[in-house]
């Protein structure tokens, strides 16, 4: 990245951010609500308008009965998922996470001072770790297994059936199943299952976010939906650390999920259609890479180049000013893959794998 950034003209795939601009009425809501004297802090949890309508969203799309005290509003997923991380485990414990997946649960987890056992998981399994594996990676200082679908980078995506058996290994573990969900809304085929719908005895913590369904990463605001014992641990520790989440965000996030839901549905189509080009032109080149099933990230496998896949981006950025994440970036035996991200303008992404792709050629 500081590569790139030293370049103005460097294509930026590595970054996870849409390119859509945030709706116009959730601005609107924004400027009303910071106009209107809506510029003092908070309750701890989030404004109650913006928990209940969050309560009822999360009922409607789960089925589970949800009430408004499970629920948290954080300052993005990020804080919903180092402060439930913090409610959960102490320093010492362990919690499941797998390989690839998002780098900043293992970030998190250290600064925690927990210990992240880490599961490979592999094509064969479509990315989805299997229960032989989660069994086997439980010890007596598990508290939890951190899962993520639609996942990033891989998309996999966990189906029903899958899902009920990681909530039945839960349950018989007796650990929390912490559930990042922020790519709830873009599953390009099958519909997203969240672990909450499995959940009958109350060991999900469910993690969201605004900031890719509503294309408002910068306003930071996601939330936590918990067992009250956890759902009120998250709260306290939001005092000493953020207060609160900025009180005019709180209400572009209300203004995103009570306005019209189209915006959400095109983008996916965007992202979509993006998916299916970026496979063509990779296929149609030789180049092995998943098929995604949810997300906005393409995983390629980048071994033809005959290097690892920092020396790759490395390369890349240097000749070819594009930017991509290296595979390893994403936890232990990923060094044969690189990462690129659908959320960018498509002439600036097809271009962008151009150039990839000749750089794998030389
Ligand atoms: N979880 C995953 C899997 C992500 O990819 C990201 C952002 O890239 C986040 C959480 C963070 O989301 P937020 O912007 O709400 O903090």
């Known amino acids: 990245m500081d590569r790139a950034f030293k370049l103005p003209d460097c294509i930026r795939l590595e970054v996870g951010e849409p390119n859509f601009p945030t709706p116009s009425h959730v601005l609107e809501a924004a400027d009303k609500a910071a106009r209107g ?28 009965i949800t009430k ?6 954080t300052t993005g997923a ?17 919690v499941i996470v797998m390989s690839p997946s998002w780098p900043n649960y293992l970030m998190q987890m ?27 990676a439980v010890s007596n200082r598990t508290k939890a297994v951190l899962i993520n679908s639609p996942c990033n980078p891989t998309g996999a995506v966990i189906n029903q059936a899958q899902m009920a058996d990681i909530l039945e290994f839960a349950r018989k573990a007796d650990i929390y199943v912490i559930s990042d969900e922020v790519y709830d809304k873009i599953t390009y085929e099958g519909t997203h299952v969240s672990a909450a719908s499995h959940d009958d005895d109350g060991r999900v913590v469910c993690i969201h976010s605004f900031s890719k369904t509503y294309s408002m990463t910068g306003w930071r605001v996601g939330y936590a939906v918990a ?23 709180q209400y572009a996030a209300l203004a995103a999920l009570d306005g019209p839901q189209e915006i959400v549905g095109e983008m996916r189509d965007a992202y979509r259609e993006r998916r299916d080009e970026a496979r063509r032109i990779l296929s149609s080149s030789g180049i092995p890479a ?16 005959g290097r690892s896949d920092v020396e790759f981006a490395m390369d890349l950025v240097d000749k070819h000013q594009v930017a991509v994440v290296p595979g390893s970036t994403f936890g232990p035996g990923n060094e044969d893959r690189v990462r690129i991200s659908l959320a960018t303008a498509p002439d600036l992404l097809y271009e962008g794998m151009r150039r990839l792709i000749d750089e794998t050629r030389s």
């Open 78 to 94: 990020m804080a919903a998922l180092y402060t439930t991380l913090m409610s959960i485990a102490d320093p010492g414990d362990e």
């Open 227 to 249: 067992p009250p014992e956890i759902a009120n641990l998250i709260r306290k520790c939001q005092e000493p650390t953020v207060s609160c989440v900025n009180a005019p965000a």
């Open 110 to 136: 250290t600064l925690l001072g927990i210990r992240p056992i880490v599961v490979p998981t592999t094509e064969a399994t479509g990315h989805v770790p299997t229960v032989e594996q989660l069994e086997s």
């Open 290 to 305: 998943l098929e995604p099933g949810g997300a906005f990230y393409i995983w390629i496998d980048i071994s033809s180049s």
């Open 68 to 73: 408004v005290e499970d629920v948290v509003v």
């Open 37 to 64: 004297g809506k510029t003092r802090y908070t309750e701890n949890s989030g404004i109650p308008e913006l928990r209940s309508r969050i309560a009822e969203t999360f009922a409607t799309d789960t089925g589970r």
